[in-house]
């Protein structure tokens, strides 16, 4: 059993297998020259599969890989049917921009992926183009329904809320979920990423997040999706998915962190939020 300095017991390692990306989201890299680790320096499958062996004998059962952007790593179909064999994962889940999930939904739930979590700022074409400074959004909307034919779910989708960006959207976003299962999430900016796109200005604060996101009725322990993060769920009356809040800034969540990063060269990160890793 793994266990930090602080007492709280780490079961969930975020894997990234990749730093690289094929959008250059505004909040997130620079639109030129972003800075990538070079491929030798990459974990190879062999790397990957042996250190997620050692963290599930030490208790870790929960993976996420990450990127970058998880799908422009080759082979990572079967990268997945190898961590999915290891004894004592049982949760194997994955963050990706959607934009490639519709070729590849079918063969990660048939490899051993069980959900997935897609990125989605806005449902408006041109400001998708502007937010991730490529098209794509017909994409990542295919990749979202082929998650949910595929059984990749509980499909979340997480859009991080922004004033000027998208804060005129956050009602769109939440209707969604009336219409199909799906589990929308509400991200507060943070000050992370190469942009400098931060701003106290540009965030929203989550009773604001709220109230453009209403009517709201609290969800019952029961009835959350399955995974282990910290959002905070509602549901809109008679949908069939749900409305949740992740709020870093407005309402902290360290105290009960279980969670670690691994990143693409090797480098584990004991803090979601830092840089510092051995």
């Not at 505004?26 to 499958?45: G, H, M, N, Q």
């Not at 048939?110 to 400074?133: C, H, K, M, W, Y």
């Amino acid at each position: 059993m793994l266990n930090d300095g602080f007492g709280r017991r780490i079961d969930y390692l975020r894997l990234s297998v990749t730093d690289r990306c094929n959008l250059r989201c505004v909040y997130c890299l620079p639109e030129s020259a972003p800075r990538f680790a070079p491929r030798e320096e990459t974990l190879t499958d062999d790397d990957i599969a042996a250190l997620v062996g050692a963290f599930a004998r030490a208790g870790v059962s929960k993976i996420r890989i990450t990127g970058g952007e998880p799908l422009v790593r080759p082979g990572l179909t079967a990268l997945v049917g190898r961590l999915a064999a290891i004894p004592g994962i049982d949760d194997l889940s994955m963050s990706t921009n959607g934009v490639l999930l519709a070729d590849h939904a079918r063969k990660l739930k048939a490899a051993g992926l069980s959900r997935v979590n897609v990125s989605l700022d806005t449902l408006d074409p041109e400001r998708f183009a502007g937010i991730a400074r490529f098209g794509g959004l017909k994409n990542v909307l295919a990749g979202i329904e082929a998650a949910l034919d595929a059984g990749l779910t509980p499909v979340k989708l997480n859009v991080v809320a922004a004033r000027g960006m998208n804060d005129d959207e956050l009602g769109a976003f939440a209707a969604l979920t009336e219409m199909k299962p799906l589990h929308v999430r509400f991200i507060e900016l943070m000050p992370m990423g190469e942009t400098g796109f931060f701003s106290p200005e540009r965030r929203i604060p989550l009773d604001e997040m709220m109230a453009k996101a209403a009517p709201l009725t609290p969800v019952s322990l029961e009835e959350r999706p399955m995974g282990h993060g910290p959002a905070r769920y509602y549901r809109r009356p008679g949908s069939a998915g749900t409305i949740g809040f992740i709020s870093a800034l407005s309402c902290g969540f360290c105290a009960a962190c279980n969670r670690m990063r691994l990143s693409s060269t090797g480098t584990l990160i004991p803090c979601l939020d830092g840089d510092d890793g051995v």
